[in-house]
């Protein structure tokens, strides 16, 4: 066996796989970069090599810093997890040229399936369907609209060399696919180095099913069952689940007998995923990943396997550990991908610090992050992997459910009670899902709307924590409150406003009055008043706050400009100014700025001081944890100032636009 892999990796995957080497005896080392330098997998595995700068083109996706990190650390295998260069065959061919074992296929299989053309066109050759349309992948920007405009609509394009949703765009019209595609071509190059689109028909409402393979690279491949991962936003899978439970086991067998072929073609080696687009009366190849899934607990749960294990003795000795006859599947296992993104705000990642984290114990959670990790622009936002299994879908549902109420996440916006209120949906409950669902979903929910109690209640407990008390006579700390000591009728206005706070929906102004004299204080809300008293914090650090006779159940984190809390299946992540703020020489409140949503960089500005523009117009495109997002006027107005420039990185809330709005 290998006596030490170095896991060229990072997160929770990283801290993952060595807690199985670590099991079978295996030396662990790592890598990071400077981004990642007090990073979780830094500090669980215990050795590390720095390889460069945050971005992943100069770290992470660097092939030589991956392979002179092995060297040094004396590995004799590198293990790449998933992402960055886990499908990536100059780095087996590199692994392969130095005597260090790559745990993957062969760079040959590699070049096949990491190249969805070339994929698709060996699954044409086996008699198993696929979806047509642009078959010779291309960064010609001419060539792709050429084959969109010969396809119905809606089609899709997709990074050649992509997965996880990056790099992919459905195109619906003719009028946005030039920029569609021109995204998804840099997406290709940032987080794979290679911009070449395929182009395809787009499956109306399919579901996503998935075969996971096991080959010992002669020509032996048995499947470990079949998952499900419907459940997508941006093409990225939110909710899987194994066993599948919604197609008829003719289905099944064909789409396991599609996945060996594949493999035994390709005298695959290692573990592997085939990936189908499946309706009603039809089954789509859409690619194959050769490596590790983000999803492979749910299939570990139901089969009882390690399939990290697995993996690496099946690389080892070239041969399977075990006979399909040999394995069973029992119970039903959910995942839901907890991630550091605000889904109301179109799912846009939150970058900052973890000021507090709690995993409900009950449940499996694989996660990459800790109390004082940051979640930064480089990278997947993901948080934690939260598994459930038991003996019925339902069941699992129901515990994974459980375990999501138990789980709380401060100083990011997390998209926990997204994932509450996916779970609770009939159509999710009775597993009538497809690929839409969740854009049906939230088209039908409409807009959030910030519950006012909520963010009474969070700003008495920031002024507690901020006014260097935990109860609310502290309030007479603020000079500018009056001598009032009895809450009978206050009137709004003889609280005065004294904070410009926002979400990142809504905008209020917000007042104190003095305390009275059962422990609580009026807090002025625009126009509204509430009673608000705040109880000590519990064992587990929260707060009962009670809002005019209601009582909420609240964390919270607080800082001197920012409170996070969460409440029930709501989470609220206020900033806070004084009215008439000089920070910035802007007023708290000022209409016509334009600043930076998060961390990140500027990919392209698109327009110049003096310009006229609508509310919603784009000014700029961001580019933060790999994907791109349009940054867009408030107000209509001519462009007054910009402070930013193309390739320059910006910070969250830093100021990018001045607009002077329209007499």
Known sequence: MYKKILIANRGEIACRIARTLRKMGIAVATVHSTADAQALHVQEIGESILIGEGPARESYLDVDAVIQAAQAVGADAIHPGFGFLSENPLLARRCSEVGIAFIGPSPQVLELFGDKATAKALAQQHDIPTAGGLLEPSDDIEKIMAAVQALPLPCIVKAVAGGGGKGMRVIRSLDQARDAALAAIREGLSSFGDGR????????????????????????????????CSLQRRHQKVLEEAPVSSIPDSMRQKLWKHAVTLGQATRYLGLGTVEFAVTEDAAIFLEVNPRLQVEHPVTECITGLDLVELQVRTVFEGRLPLHQDELTATGHALQARLYAEDPEQGFLPSTGRILALRLDGSVRTDTGVAVGSEISAYYDPMIAKIIAHDSTRIKALHRLSAALWETSVLGVTSNRGFLLGLLADPRVQANAVNTETIDQWLAERGPHKEDERHVAALMALWRAVTQRGGAASNAWHDNGLTGWRMFRGVHADAITLRYAVASAAAKWRVGFGPTTGQGAWPVRVDDQIFNVSVSPATAQGRHLVSVDGHNLQFDSACLAQRAWGSVGNTQLALDILPLHSTLGGRSADQAGLVVAPMMGMLIDVHVLPGQSVRAGEKLATLESM???????????????????????????????FRIVQAA
């Open 197 to 228: 689109l395929i182009v395809e028909r787009y499956l109306s409402q399919p579901r996503h099913i998935e075969v996971q393979i096991l080959g010992d690279g002669q020509g032996g491949v048995i499947h470990l069952f079949d998952r499900e």
């Open 626 to 656: 790999k994907m791109e997002m349009s940054i867009t006027a408030t107000a209509e107005g001519e462009v007054s100032w910009i402070g930013c420039e193309r390739g320059a990185k910006v910070e969250r809330n830093q100021e990018l």
